[in-house]
């Protein structure tokens, strides 16, 4: 409850929430107190997330830091390319996944899921798309925001350069 009483005041320094933004931020943060007994760690960071969005700046957000907050994430790196969504640096035991193009996680593609976590980043859509890589690493934050069964794994459809898909 701490942690939201500080969050409740972030409007008195960020200069981007309109009078109905700020409505609806107060609304959001008042629905995460009712709730706050009941919400993990990650949880907490995902309702913040979509709260600190309402202010819709791509220079306040929550999910830009979230994948270095010590959530649990497997161990590789994606990031887009022109031609989709790859594996960029993996732990040596997954070394075999570099390259991979990830096709979707836990039965949603790739565009299903920066469309269903576009509103837990404020600013424009392609901020949301850059950032959803760092969500699609942690099975605990994929799970805070209803996109995976548990919080311990998730399931990568992927395509490797021989052609071959694999979960």
Request: net charge negative; no cysteine.
């Amino acid at each position: 409850l701490q942690d939201l009483a500080h969050l409740r005041r972030l409007p008195e320094v960020e200069r981007s929430f309109t009078a109905q933004t700020r409505a609806a931020f107060d609304q959001a943060v008042a629905a995460i107190e009712q709730r706050a007994a009941d919400l993990d760690r990650a949880g907490l960071a995902m309702a913040a997330a979509k709260a600190v969005a309402l202010a819709d700046n791509g220079h306040t957000n929550v999910l830009g830091l979230a994948g270095d907050q010590g959530f649990n994430a497997v161990p590789i790196r994606l990031g887009w390319f022109a031609d989709g969504l790859f594996v960029i640096a993996a732990d040596d035991e997954l070394r075999h996944l570099l390259g991979g193009q990830v096709l979707g996680v836990n039965g949603r593609t790739t565009s299903a899921l920066v469309e269903a976590l576009r509103p837990y980043v404020g600013g424009p859509a392609n901020l949301a798309r850059e950032l959803v890589p760092n969500v699609l690493i942690s099975p605990e934050l994929l799970h805070a925001a209803s996109l995976a069964e548990t919080a311990n794994g998730n399931t990568f459809e992927m395509r490797f350069a021989d052609g071959r898909v694999a979960l």
